[in-house]
């Protein structure tokens, strides 16, 4: 199948449902919501019933969520949306955990699988009677009335998915989730030397194959039609400066020969220099972190990139993108990807076809 196009909903549930309405129409395939200034369920909630998008949280911060809360979030999103939503959860980073949300944080690979794994017994135990015996070291779930017990959802269990960019990350969600989100501070290098191989390890030590995970790049793209367009684009920059400066990002600047830039990124960082931080990403880093070009030049490079991949959550930071562009990259990339996945279907048919010969013979 062609790769699938996610991008943002809104910053908030006021004008979600009108948003997610217009983004159907520009050719999407799904919408997300992220943790901003504002909850991310709710403009997923005021979205599922007047769209037929599919709906994603990228990223619902887990730890300071109870399992339990996440699972009635999912349930619910899961029911009114007929079947389309997937729970996205992600880790943030100490600081934030621990003095902005005021939850614990110890060892983030560990505590994740066990948050995946809890959010997973327990929508379980829902949908099929199962008896609740969750016994983590960090959450334990043993009880689970009747009075409490939402019973089995008619569109099954939503997916749990985990964003990760670290090899650890990667391997563990690709063993416990049903997917996962590849954070968008990326190469291609990165991503086939150190994301790729994590995720293939993570499948082998579960005994799962890759139709068992739904891998999602997450990719940002600068994109314009016309010259004008493009310089308002590299306004992405900014952000790219931003993840660069977080010491756990170094690791895709080292992969390409970057990471003496980390520590004067993050100096600029710490004195507020952003139009600085900024000036320090060229077009060549632009285009090797990001996507960067036209509708068709860039769909062709995120199928280059990610043709592998079951869907791509396009950000698109610190510039206009009217829905016409939207629209024009929706196209692009739904054409771009079809070819792909039409010689990865007849590959692996003249695979099944010589298994089928060798065998006969």
Not at 84 to 103: C, T
């Amino acid at each position: 199948m062609p790769l699938k196009l996610d991008v943002m909903l809104s910053g908030s549930v006021v004008d979600a449902a009108e948003r997610a309405q217009a983004l159907e129409r520009a050719g999407v395939d799904g919408v997300f919501s992220f943790e901003n200034a504002h909850d991310l369920f709710f403009p997923l909630v005021a979205a599922a019933p007047v769209c037929s998008l599919d709906l994603l949280t990228n990223v619902a911060i887990a730890f300071p969520r109870s399992p339990l809360h996440l699972a009635h979030a999912a349930y619910d999103l899961q029911l009114l949306s007929r079947g389309r939503f997937r729970l996205g959860l992600g880790s943030q980073v100490r600081a934030h955990i621990e003095k902005r949300y005021g939850a614990r944080w110890d060892r983030p690979v560990a505590q994740m699988r066990e948050w995946v794994l809890a959010t997973k017994t327990i929508l379980d135990s829902w949908q099929n009677g199962t008896r609740l015996d969750f016994r983590g070291e960090y959450t334990s779930h043993t009880l689970m009335t009747p009075a409490f017990n939402p019973g089995p959802n008619p569109y099954g269990l939503p997916k749990v998915l985990v964003g990760a960019l670290g090899p650890k990350m990667n391997q563990m969600a690709a063993e416990v989730a049903d997917g996962i989100l590849v954070m968008p501070f990326n190469s291609d290098r990165h991503m086939r030397e150190r994301t790729m191989p994590a995720i293939e390890a993570g499948l082998a030590a579960s005994g799962r194959s890759r139709a068992d995970l739904e891998i999602t790049a997450e990719v940002i793209v600068a994109v314009g039609r016309t010259d004008e367009e493009l310089t308002a684009a590299r306004a992405a920059r900014g952000v790219l400066g931003f993840y660069g400066s977080t010491p756990s990002y170094r690791q895709v600047l080292d992969v390409e020969g970057w990471g003496q830039l980390q520590p004067e990124l993050n100096a600029r960082s710490k004195r507020g220099d952003w139009a600085g931080m900024t000036e320090l990403i060229d077009d060549e880093m632009l285009g090797t972190l990001g996507v960067f070009g036209t509708p068709d030049q860039v769909a062709a490079e995120i199928v280059r990139r990610f043709g592998h991949c079951d869907r791509v959550c396009a950000y698109f930071p610190g510039y206009p993108v009217g829905d016409d562009l939207l629209a024009d990259l929706a196209r692009a990339l739904r054409a771009a990807s079809a070819p792909a996945a039409e010689a990865g279907a007849a590959a692996a048919g003249t695979a099944a076809g010589t298994a089928v010969g060798t065998a006969a013979s």
